[in-house]
């Protein structure tokens, strides 16, 4: 492992489910072991911003009925803010400045809870400052996945790279889960994950990172400490190249 890190400024990818556990909608243990995390990498200068999704608290749950796919998607948009606070709440909490920019505008909520309107030039400017910043809603617009969220902000801002914190250790050649043979990639590209019907991210998220030559890793949060891992330059999970 590298002595320092080998980015400067990255882009965390979080699903919901990361933020739950089998009896809580939002898991202290996990916001403390995600708070220490990110704690110890500002130590190191790393400049960090994270995008969360909603799917401990709401999922799927639009197909399940009649609702339209633009109202779950946008109460999807409003779930994650609910994420997005909850964990600029435990980082306060330890002493490591946050900023929650919401593609979405919640007046009066905004002035007191300082939920600010993404901009992206605001955003470059609290990274430049030290500030952690977790960005809330999405995009904004119904349609469009946490994944394409995360590719969007992440050229927005400049970052060096997206890292895509899942529950599985890779990108491999079909559901490890249920294919005891699945194969694990150490590197692939976009298009070869395209062609293979690889899910690890939608194909809008891989054509934003394609076409703007910004590299992906597909990696496993636990065990904890992967993070550091990858800043550093250790080989961990699967590097998904433009």
Known sequence: MKERPIYKRILLELSGEMMGSKDR????????????QISELKEYGLQI???IGAGNIW????????????????IGMLATVVNAMALQSALESVGVPSVLLSAIKFEPIMEVE?????VAKNAIN???????IIFGAGTGNPFFTTDTASALRALQIEADVVLKATKVDGVYSTDPFSDPNAKKFDTISCDQALKMGIRVMDAAAFSLCKDNNMPIVVFSLYPEGNIKKIVFGEKIGTIVTP
């Open 25 to 36: 909608t939002i898991d202290p243990d996990v916001l403390h072991s995600l708070t220490s």
């Open 49 to 51: 911003a994270i995008v």
């Open 59 to 74: 999922r799927g749950a639009g197909k399940q009925s009649s609702m339209s796919r633009h109202k779950a998607d946008m």
């Open 114 to 118: 300082y939920i600010e309107p993404f």
């Open 126 to 132: 609290y990274l430049n400052e030290g500030k952690v």
